[in-house]
């Protein structure tokens, strides 16, 4: 297993991460125009490329796993592109493994922000929403005597004995 194919497959992860992020920024925009159709498909849209970058990922662990034996490297639990550059001997791969890496997690890093305002928004949109709705649902008065009992005598409440509120 060669190091170019390790740093192939991480330039492929790259351009799906970029693409995902193209996907969450347009998600923003849905969010706040709250056009739910067009949200709708994007998240089927992201679903399908979040599975495209498991394959990727499969793949990339795979490649680490096989370099790593082939070196003669004990492997950790999860093995990781850190190992395979300080494995690297040649310096212009390990140059370019740093390079993309350090990309990919820049990436990562700002989908991950991108991700947490997305959510924020929506949690955001859900309390409005249920704001709203109290607002519209008629409060349940009750009606009591001047010695605080009620007058009619219909609550749930006072139709239970006592027993029934042990749990």
């Known amino acids: 297993m060669s190091i170019a194919n390790i740093v192939a497959t991480l330039e492929k992860l790259e351009k799906m991460h970029k693409s995902l992020l193209e996907l969450a920024l ?46 003669g490297i004990a492997l950790t639990d999860t093995p990781s592109v850190a190992d395979v550059i300080n494995a690297a001997e040649n310096s212009e791969i390990k140059e370019a493994l740093v390079n993309v890496r350090e990309r990919l997690v820049t990436l990562l890093n700002q989908l ?17 929403i249920n704001v709203t709705l109290d607002a519209m649902r008629p409060q ?10 009620e007058i009619r005598g219909n609550s749930e409440i006072t139709k239970r004995s006592f027993n029934e509120f042990k749990a």
């Open 140 to 149: 349940r008065t009750e009606q009591f005597n001047y010695s605080g009992a």
């Open 26 to 71: 347009a998600k923003t925009e849905y969010i706040k125009q709250g056009d739910m159709e067009k949200l709708d498909q994007l998240i089927k849209n992201e679903q399908a490329h979040v599975a495209a970058i498991n394959t990727l990922e499969q793949q990339r662990q795979s490649m680490v796993t096989d370099y790593l034996r082939a070196k």
């Open 112 to 128: 991950k922000m991108q991700n947490d305002l997305n959510q924020k928004m929506v949690l955001n949109s859900l309390q409005f």
